[in-house]
């Protein structure tokens, strides 16, 4: 504790001394709630960029930054952390009605020179026509899961699953009706947007004839079935299905030379934001080759990165569980979940027609 009398007979050196602590204080405290007034928030999946380039993300701005994460497997209110964060990291259709809800801000790509690393392929999209709110970092697939010794070769068309009795009651779906439909054009070598009554009522037909041949039709968790050796083919993605070899090394994935439909994990700019400046130079900087190859392989995701794809190592480019064969992706698409109110009356009908069946 300071002792004023020391400084008895120096009047002056004890004004100047208090005026200095008061000035400190005040610019300190005023330094303080500046930082807390522009401080950075960012949300995204666990796990997902690790502690290392979480740090150089964080230097790449000149401002406090807060990082949130959040499970995959929560039942979360994403509608907060799209409010409340700078930049947010998620699944394309998370993202996608935050689109459509103008809670997303329109990206500015001369802020973000290294977009240019962008695969081409994934510049459009159908749930963010012409990316103009968002950028794909990692994506995955939906396939086929296969118990290896029930065949001779990976079993990579939906046929054996869609258009088949060879399997009869040894095949499991999914109980989503309308990703179960556009599978189903795509077998028929329609694209999986189609909003076409007379292609849809293609696929319907065709669900209706194979439903006798799927074990649990309408009801049934194929994974947990192939797990269990209840069945010998079922649908997932391949992030679900490299967990599930790991468990079963009799289980294989295979991506249909038919296509399938795709997922993204997206990078995008809330409304809310009072720091899109900053939140545009943090995009750049996860657009980092370095950094965009650890995500891939943290993950265990395919990246939309061309730079991070060229410092893979050989062996994770040529992994069919992660990359699928060129001329295969050519023909997956990613989908959009907000279609017009006639297309969703129809599916919705078209589905309950088919358990009905």
């Not at 309408?218 to 649908?235: M, P, Q, W």
Request: hydrophobic content about 40%; overall charge negative; glycine content about 4%.
């Amino acid at each position: 504790m300071i002792k004023i009398k020391r400084f008895e007979g120096s009047l002056g050196l004890i004004k100047f001394f208090s005026g200095l602590i008061l000035f400190s204080f005040l610019f300190w405290s005023e330094k303080s709630n500046a930082q807390e007034e522009v401080s950075f928030s960012v949300v995204m999946p666990e796990e997902y960029v690790e502690k290392r380039d979480l740090s150089k993300l964080d230097r790449s701005l000149n401002i406090p930054v807060k990082t949130s994460f959040y499970s995959k497997n929560d039942d979360l209110d994403f509608a907060d952390y799209v409010n409340n964060a700078d930049i947010i990291i998620a699944r394309n259709y998370l993202i996608e009605e935050a689109i459509y809800e103008d809670k997303i801000a329109a990206l500015d790509n001369s802020l973000i020179s290294n977009i240019g690393y962008i695969n081409p392929q994934f510049l459009n999209s159908s749930y963010d026509n012409g990316r103009k709110y968002s950028v794909p970092l990692t994506w995955g697939g939906i396939g086929i899961l296969y118990r290896k010794d029930k065949f001779d070769s990976p079993p990579a068309t939906w046929r054996w699953l869609l258009d088949s009795d060879k399997y009869s009651g040894r095949v499991a779906l999914i109980d989503d009706g309308r990703t179960l439909i556009q599978l189903a054009l795509k077998y028929i070598g329609i694209s999986a947007n189609s909003n076409d009554p007379s292609w849809i009522n293609q696929a319907e037909g065709l669900l209706k004839r194979q439903k006798e041949h799927i074990k649990n039709f309408g009801n049934s968790d194929g994974i947990a079935l192939i797990l269990a050796n209840e069945v010998d083919l079922a649908i997932a993605t391949n992030e679900e299905a490299l967990e599930v070899m790991e468990q079963d090394d009799n289980i294989g994935f295979v991506y249909p030379r038919e296509g399938s439909l795709i997922w993204q994990d997206i990078i995008c700019i809330s409304a809310n934001s009072n720091n899109k400046e900053s939140a545009h130079y943090y995009i750049n900087a996860i657009l980092d080759a370095e950094i965009g190859k650890n995500i891939a392989v943290n993950n265990k995701l395919a990246t939309a990165n061309l730079m991070a794809f060229e410092i893979l190592k050989d062996s994770y480019k040529n992994d069919p569980r992660i990359f699928p064969d060129s001329q295969i992706i050519e023909r997956y698409e990613d989908t959009s979940i907000i279609m017009d109110f006639d297309y969703e009356m129809m599916i919705d009908e078209m589905w309950e027609n088919i358990l009905d069946s």
